[in-house]
């Protein structure tokens, strides 16, 4: 992609500004709402429902809710999603005072949560290629930055956050995280108009949720991009459900060297989303997409075979850095391609993907590590993002990407771009 010197408009100030708050609130919410529930059940399978209710919207109406963003108006989307959000914060905190909460009321709210996560962060993801007149540097420098700040602002910033005004009272954390909501839907609600997309022949929702998911898995190179992060989350996942594990009995680190772990993959990612428009001028974004694939997959079989925790921390900070780049460098790539009027279902189809793929990655390291060894699950994911990367390369070239760009940058576009 090529550069740009133009400013990003002020419209995604505020954009940046609303979602930067979210991610503080839900870095709170995050950190408070496990040990929320840990307060009323030490039961482990009511703890995971509370955690898996927040996933469910995606999987059963991930299509259907792109579907529905792309009949909607994405600002109205955004802010109506964010402070319904606010106010059904305050059932579990009212319940908090009251000493009324349960699991059932705990997962309950996280699916309805989740519910307006999907269709704020679709129509969020429409949004901005319109109010950005779809331009692709500037989609990278802002995806950069909104990133970058939702990594810094939920991963740095909103778990101490939370652990701190949990202290307070159990309501506290769950009344900030409304907040937030409602800061983030009065900034959103300011946000200029854009011109929506001209509405499409009168079609039930299935039919059009069909037209979306289509869209995706006929067009190789929307294809490559969504298989990314769906294997990818397997991998991931499979890491992720043995990390502490593995921490303790091969790294021989406790719960603070754990804790620095993580920090170091989070201060990758920061390194990796400023990165990523450098990487796509320099090498291409289809090249730098590729690469940074690969740096995931190494980065992980470092990890494995890390001998000490200083090691582990370092790989965990270069496949971080690959991670970030990556989900600046597609997402923007996506956006600047697909049609304004299916951008909503394109977007929710490719999240569906990764959402889907997250169990099974889970299931998959929770089994090799109690069949064979804790580091197993490690080799087999870099296995799988190796892999990935080769069967992506062609899907994602540079000779595709410039082609697709081309196409959507002509005056009118055909229906169907070359595949």
């Given at each position: 992609m090529t550069t740009d010197v133009r400013k990003l408009p002020t419209g995604f100030g505020r954009l940046w500004a609303a979602q930067t708050v979210s991610s503080l609130g839900d870095g709170v919410s995050h950190a408070a709402l496990p040990l929320i529930a840990?307060?009323?059940?030490?039961?482990?399978?009511?703890?995971?429902?509370?955690?898996?209710?927040?996933?469910?919207?995606?999987?059963?109406?991930?299509?259907?809710?792109?579907?529905?963003v792309d009949r909607w108006d994405r600002r109205r989307t955004m802010?109506?999603?964010?402070?319904?959000?606010?106010?059904?914060?305050?059932?579990?905190a009212a319940a908090a005072v009251l000493d009324l909460l349960s699991i059932p009321l705990l997962a309950a709210v996280a699916f309805l949560l989740g519910l307006g996560g999907l269709f704020f962060d679709t129509a969020a993801t429409a949004y901005l290629p319109d109010l950005l007149g779809r331009d692709p540097a500037l989609l990278e420098r802002a995806n950069a930055r909104l990133r970058g700040t939702q990594t810094a602002a939920s991963g740095f910033a909103g778990p101490p956050a939370g652990s701190a005004l949990l202290a307070l009272g159990r309501a506290v954390p769950l009344l900030a995280d409304a907040v937030s909501f409602a800061v983030s839907a009065l900034l959103v609600r300011s946000l200029p108009a854009v011109p929506r997309p001209a509405p499409e022949a009168r079609e039930s929702l299935l039919r059009q949720a069909r037209t979306g998911a289509s869209y995706v898995f006929r067009d190789r190179l929307l294809l490559g991009l969504a298989l990314r992060p769906a294997v990818g989350n397997i991998a991931f996942l499979a890491v992720e459900t043995?990390?502490?594990?593995?921490?303790?009995?091969?790294?021989?680190?406790?719960?603070?060297?754990?804790?620095?772990?993580?920090?170091?993959?989070?201060?990758?990612?920061?390194?990796?989303?400023?990165?990523?428009?450098?990487?796509?001028?320099?090498?291409?974004?289809?090249?730098?997409?590729?690469?940074?694939?690969?740096?995931?997959?190494?980065?992980v079989l470092g990890l494995a075979a890390a001998p000490n925790a200083y090691v582990a921390g370092l790989a965990l900070a270069v496949c971080g850095a690959g991670m970030g780049a990556t989900m600046v460098l597609a997402p923007s790539l996506r956006q600047a391609i697909v049609p304004a009027h299916l951008m909503g279902r394109v977007a929710s189809t490719s999240r569906m993907l990764a959402m889907c793929a997250a169990p099974s990655g889970a299931l998959l390291g929770g089994w090799l590590?109690?069949?064979?060894?804790?580091?197993?699950?490690?080799?087999?994911?870099?296995?799988?993002l190796l892999a990935m990367t080769a069967v992506t390369a062609t899907m994602t070239s540079d000779r595709r990407i410039e082609a697709a760009l081309r196409a959507a940058a002509a005056p009118a576009q055909a229906p169907a771009r070359a595949r």
């Open positions: 840990l307060a009323s059940t030490r039961d482990p399978m009511a703890l995971a429902v509370v955690t898996a209710a927040g996933t469910l919207p995606w999987l059963l109406f991930g299509v259907l809710g792109g579907a529905l802010w109506v999603a964010d402070a319904v959000r606010a106010a059904l914060l305050a059932i579990p043995v990390l502490a594990l593995f921490a303790h009995e091969r790294l021989g680190i406790g719960a603070l060297g754990f804790g620095l772990l993580l920090t170091a993959e989070a201060t990758g990612g920061l390194l990796g989303a400023g990165l990523a428009s450098f990487l796509g001028r320099r090498l291409g974004t289809g090249t730098a997409l590729t690469c940074t694939a690969a740096v995931e997959g190494l980065a590590a109690t069949t064979h060894d804790v580091r197993t699950p490690l080799y087999t994911a870099a296995g799988l």
